[in-house]
């Protein structure tokens, strides 16, 4: 399985509650295209998101984003981590 950072932006003022609820929207669907969600970080200021998954291709990530009603603007592999 492969990493990936994807990011999202326009997400200006999100809330540790609004955060929260996105990741669990991708948590609650994941395993349907084979993704793991591990971690999201949100700078509400920029509304700047980045999320952590691991998965099978780019295209599953986005899937589980787009399903569960937050497009990803960038998706990233990662696969060099110390």
Known sequence: ???FMDVHHGMTGITSDQLHEAHQADLAIEQEEGVHFEHAWADPRSG???CLSEGPSADAVQR???RAGHKADEIHEVPLSV
């Open 1 to 3: 399985m492969a990493k």
């Open 64 to 66: 589980v984003h787009e």
């Open 48 to 50: 700047t998101i980045y």
